[in-house]
């Protein structure tokens, strides 16, 4: 891997008592706004570049509590969401969480009995569960996520997938991954890590499970209707399913992030385990105008590159366009060197090879 140049990514005082830019997930360029999520939180933030040509640093950050802008599955609205994806298409600014369970960890002073309790406990939160579609509307000359607004006569609203329509209840009789819901993420059960949008299309990257060497990515077709705009529901396919299954091969990796180029998808991909790499870009050619489930392998899939990664630290989590031929990548637990004396984080901008 070799990085064109890095930009500096500058978290109010809020965001770094959160941990949220050491816990980087998600991320995606709108213009001058860049758009970022943490995993450890229940809010979207929104960071300003410095120039609007070749910006070096993204900075005076707002943050939006999801729980403002939509009802959240979860008890408390500022219980974590883990969210793993966002994209922004048309209108609107999406987000998706995990879907997954966790496992407790085996900490430093456990020890014992103690210990393997912690590890046979498993637990979900419900606040995971959300998959998103958020207004946004131009505030003070700035894109900002709203409630609601009207756009040529029409009004649009923050809009959730959920009821009857909760993506871990709609896989419930999955031939392929009904048996990983009850796992968690970590262990190769269901792991939702990343979500790209091309017109009506939704894509979803599994992190997990992968199966024999193969990836998953979820099409989805949301759509509201006028008697409910706040809630998501999903068209059917062909087969009477309200998602369409595409299986990658990644060479035994999983999906950490989606992101479109044109008619393409560039996947980032990387371990569903607890494991450091590989960590690499590839390229599904022609994702976008498929119209029916895919084995995507061969030619359909290139890979683009080799990213660098650390012993335990600079976990590539999130990518996005840059311009037209260069994408940005941030990292979750990131590397001492990335951290700067005056509380920025350094993100990697590289350019892709010639298609």
């Known amino acids: 891997?070799?990085?064109?140049?890095?930009?500096?990514?500058?978290?109010?005082?809020?965001?770094?008592?959160?941990?949220?830019?050491?816990?980087?997930?998600?991320?995606?360029?709108?213009?001058?706004?860049?758009?970022?999520?943490?995993?450890?939180?229940?809010?979207?933030?929104?960071?300003?570049?410095?120039?609007?040509?070749?910006?070096?640093?993204?900075?005076?950050?707002?943050?939006?509590?999801?729980?403002?802008?939509?009802?959240?599955?979860?008890?408390?609205?500022?219980?974590?969401?883990?969210?793993?994806?966002?994209?922004?298409?048309?209108?609107?600014?999406?987000?998706?969480?995990?879907?997954?369970?966790?496992?407790?960890?085996?900490?430093?002073?456990?020890?014992?009995p103690r210990a393997l309790r912690r590890l046979a406990r498993v637990e979900g939160q419900d606040n995971r569960q959300i998959l998103?579609?958020?207004?946004?509307?131009?505030?003070?000359?700035?894109?900002?996520?709203?409630?609601?607004?009207?756009?040529?006569?029409?009004?649009?609203?923050?809009?959730?997938?959920?009821?009857?329509?909760?993506?871990?209840?709609?896989?419930?009789?999955?031939?392929?991954?009904?048996?990983?819901?009850?796992?968690?993420?970590?262990?190769?059960?269901?792991?939702?890590e990343g979500i790209a949008v091309h017109g009506d299309r939704v894509y979803l990257g599994l992190r997990g499970p992968v199966l024999r060497g193969w990836a998953f990515v979820l099409e989805l077709r949301p759509y509201v209707t006028a008697d409910d705009p706040a809630r998501l529901r999903l068209h059917r396919f062909e087969d009477g399913r309200p998602y369409r299954k595409h299986v990658l091969d990644l060479h035994g990796l999983g999906v950490r992030d989606l992101c479109p180029d044109g008619d393409d998808l560039l996947v980032l991909a990387g371990p569903t385990m607890a494991l450091d790499g590989p960590v690499r870009v590839h390229r599904w050619h022609g994702a976008c105008r498929t119209e029916m489930p895919a084995v995507v392998r061969g030619e359909l899939i290139t890979r683009e590159l080799e990213l660098t990664f650390g012993e335990g630290d600079d976990h590539a989590e999130g990518l996005s366009m840059f311009g037209d031929d260069r994408i940005l990548v941030v990292y979750d637990s990131p590397a001492a060197a990335r951290l700067t004396a005056d509380g920025a984080v350094l993100a990697d901008v590289l350019k892709l090879p010639r298609r």
Request: negative net charge.
């Open 132 to 192: 998103v579609r958020l207004p946004v509307a131009d505030v003070g000359g700035v894109p900002t996520p709203v409630r609601e607004m009207v756009v040529d006569g029409v009004t649009h609203r923050a809009a959730a997938l959920s009821g009857r329509d909760d993506l871990r209840r709609l896989l419930r009789d999955d031939e392929h991954l009904a048996p990983f819901l009850p796992i968690p993420g970590k262990d190769n059960g269901l792991d939702i």
């Open 1 to 112: 891997m070799t990085v064109d140049f890095t930009v500096r990514l500058r978290f109010s005082d809020d965001s770094r008592a959160a941990a949220t830019h050491t816990n980087l997930s998600a991320v995606r360029l709108d213009g001058r706004v860049l758009w970022i999520a943490g995993d450890e939180t229940a809010t979207v933030e929104r960071l300003l570049a410095d120039s609007p040509e070749r910006p070096s640093e993204f900075g005076d950050e707002a943050r939006f509590r999801l729980g403002d802008l939509v009802r959240l599955p979860g008890a408390d609205a500022d219980e974590e969401a883990d969210v793993e994806g966002l994209a922004r298409s048309g209108h609107f600014l999406w987000a998706v969480g995990s879907h997954s369970l966790r496992r407790k960890q085996i900490r430093d002073r456990h020890d014992g």
